[in-house]
């Protein structure tokens, strides 16, 4: 081979090594998935796992207490969860039978049970009730919730109740959550649940429920049509875009916010991320909307979590959109969390930062980041404190 030719191959391999070069350095400069920056957040208590139980609303619900204590300058508490599983369990099994059987009856719950319990029933610290009655060091409530279904269908069968046919249930609950102290000794000192709510000084009735559907009138409260609304309590309704402009003021605000939302879509994934990815948005023209349509339903789940794995079009939410999925069944009542700040992508694009109960998991440890698109597509209620409102809005509803 003569010079000129070994010059030319060594161009060629010195171009391609160049080349190789600067794309490698592209890609370890350009960060793959999605980089998060916090832009607000308040504080929380420590992530707490729910385990095999359906009880994400207690521990919701209780996380936002929790927070509130914090907002208000008191201690930081660690409220029981399974104080308030067992009162609405109670609660639960009473209401099933008065109704014939004709009310849901299951594990599941809403925020205003925590908020009822407060009230009615007051609180335990955790220490002095952890629910865990049963050799598990973490709460698995199979067993329990199988036990008590079948206990009440069977009290509705025979029809003639007799009178201790609650003392019967309430012995089933015991067995596992154990049974509530009267009173008891906290940091030295006697109380009775009550006593204790009281001295947490949070008022029940401070905290309001919202909503945002077309099938009543804006502005007005209603009782939410979902399952685990047993206790049919109201939420206020207001326009989706005020929903969220009501959340990212709170959180704006110093405060928290209990979210009950959909978590059954593929852009909600166990790696701590909730985005609504905007398939029909996405550029499918020519051959790719050919493979797109010749894709199975499994394929397609499989392609939209790889959208979910970094910043992607997100779905344009509407009112209409919205409430169409809740009339079909699409967006359904599925889990309760707490959100707690505001963060944004690298693209700038805003996300609610979300304590989840389902332990340290995630690539966040327990964390979650939900786009403003998935949070106005399937938020199902909020609830929040009253002071939590901007003015004009908490006008519009008549709260003062």
Same mark, same amino acid.
């Given at each position: 081979?003569?010079?000129?030719?070994?010059?030319?191959?060594?161009?060629?391999?010195?171009?391609?090594?160049?080349?190789?070069?600067?794309?490698?350095?592209?890609?370890?400069?350009?960060?793959?998935?999605?980089?998060?920056?916090?832009?607000?957040?308040?504080?929380?208590?420590?992530?707490?796992?729910?385990?095999?139980?359906?009880?994400?609303?207690?521990?919701?619900?209780?996380?936002?207490?929790?927070?509130?204590?914090?907002?208000?300058?008191?201690?930081?508490?660690?409220?029981?969860?399974?104080?308030?599983?067992?009162?609405?369990?109670?609660?639960?099994?009473?209401?099933?039978?008065?109704?014939?059987?004709?009310?849901?009856?299951?594990?599941?719950?809403?925020?205003?049970?925590?908020?009822?319990?407060?009230?009615?029933?007051?609180?335990?610290?955790?220490?002095?009730?952890?629910?865990?009655?049963?050799?598990?060091?973490?709460?698995?409530?199979?067993?329990?919730?199988? +036990?008590?279904?079948?206990?009440? &269908?069977?009290?509705?069968?025979?029809?003639?109740?007799?009178?201790?046919?609650?003392?019967?249930?309430?012995?089933?609950?015991?067995?596992?959550?154990?049974?509530?102290?009267?009173?008891?000794?906290?940091?030295?000192?006697?109380?009775?649940?009550?006593?204790?709510?009281?001295?947490?000084?949070?008022?029940? &009735?401070?905290?309001?429920?919202?909503?945002?559907?077309?099938?009543?009138?804006?502005?007005?409260?209603?009782?939410?049509?979902?399952?685990?609304?047993?206790?049919?309590?109201?939420?206020?309704?207001?326009?989706?875009?005020?929903?969220?402009?009501?959340?990212?003021?709170?959180?704006?605000?110093?405060?928290?916010?209990?979210?009950?939302?959909?978590?059954?879509?593929?852009?909600?994934?166990?790696?701590?991320?909730?985005?609504?990815?905007?398939?029909?948005?996405?550029?499918?023209?020519?051959?790719?909307?050919?493979?797109?349509?010749?894709?199975?339903?499994?394929?397609?789940?499989?392609?939209?979590?790889?959208?979910?794995?970094?910043?992607?079009?997100?779905?344009?939410?509407?009112?209409?959109?919205?409430?169409?999925?809740?009339?079909?069944?699409?967006?359904?009542?599925?889990?309760?969390?707490?959100?707690?700040?505001?963060?944004?992508?690298?693209?700038?694009?805003?996300?609610?930062?979300?304590?989840?109960?389902?332990?340290?998991?995630?690539?966040?440890?327990?964390?979650?980041?939900?786009?403003?698109?998935?949070?106005?597509?399937?938020?199902?209620?909020?609830?929040?404190?009253?002071?939590? +409102?901007?003015?004009?809005?908490?006008?519009?509803?008549?709260?003062?």
């Amino acid at each position: 081979m003569n010079r000129s030719k070994l010059l030319i191959m060594s161009a060629f391999l010195s171009a391609g090594l160049v080349a190789y070069a600067n794309e490698e350095d592209k890609e370890k400069s350009e960060p793959e998935g999605f980089v998060f920056t916090t832009v607000k957040e308040n504080p929380i208590t420590s992530i707490k796992n729910q385990n095999r139980s359906g009880t994400c609303w207690s521990f919701s619900g209780n996380a936002l207490l929790e927070s509130e204590l914090i907002r208000l300058g008191k201690k930081d508490a660690d409220i029981s969860e399974m104080f308030v599983v067992y009162h609405n369990y109670m609660d639960k099994a009473d209401k099933y039978v008065r109704m014939h059987g004709e009310t849901n009856f299951a594990a599941g719950g809403s925020f205003y049970d925590v908020l009822y319990v407060l009230k009615n029933y007051g609180a335990l610290p955790e220490e002095a009730y952890k629910g865990l009655n049963y050799g598990e060091e973490n709460h698995v409530h199979n067993e329990m919730d199988a +036990l008590s279904r079948a206990y009440v &269908d069977q009290v509705i069968k025979l029809k003639n109740l007799t009178p201790v046919w609650k003392q019967g249930y309430s012995g089933i609950i015991e067995a596992y959550l154990g049974e509530v102290p009267e009173k008891f000794t906290y940091n030295g000192k006697e109380y009775t649940p009550m006593s204790y709510a009281k001295e947490l000084g949070l008022n029940a &009735d401070d905290y309001v429920s919202i909503t945002s559907y077309t099938h009543h009138p804006f502005y007005e409260q209603f009782v939410l049509e979902i399952p685990d609304n047993w206790r049919w309590s109201s939420s206020y309704n207001v326009p989706i875009e005020e929903l969220n402009e009501i959340t990212e003021y709170a959180v704006n605000n110093g405060f928290t916010v209990a979210w009950g939302s959909d978590v059954s879509e593929k852009g909600f994934s166990r790696d701590g991320l909730a985005v609504l990815p905007d398939i029909k948005g996405t550029d499918l023209t020519g051959s790719d909307a050919a493979r797109w349509l010749g894709l199975s339903r499994d394929e397609k789940d499989k392609e939209i979590e790889k959208m979910c794995k970094t910043p992607s079009v997100e779905l344009v939410v509407t009112q209409e959109n919205r409430q169409k999925g809740f009339d079909n069944y699409e967006t359904t009542d599925d889990h309760g969390m707490l959100i707690y700040g505001i963060a944004k992508d690298q693209n700038g694009s805003p996300y609610y930062m979300v304590k989840n109960s389902w332990g340290e998991t995630g690539n966040y440890k327990g964390v979650w980041y939900a786009s403003y698109p998935f949070f106005n597509a399937k938020t199902m209620n909020i609830v929040l404190h009253k002071d939590a +409102l901007p003015k004009k809005i908490a006008k519009k509803l008549g709260i003062k």
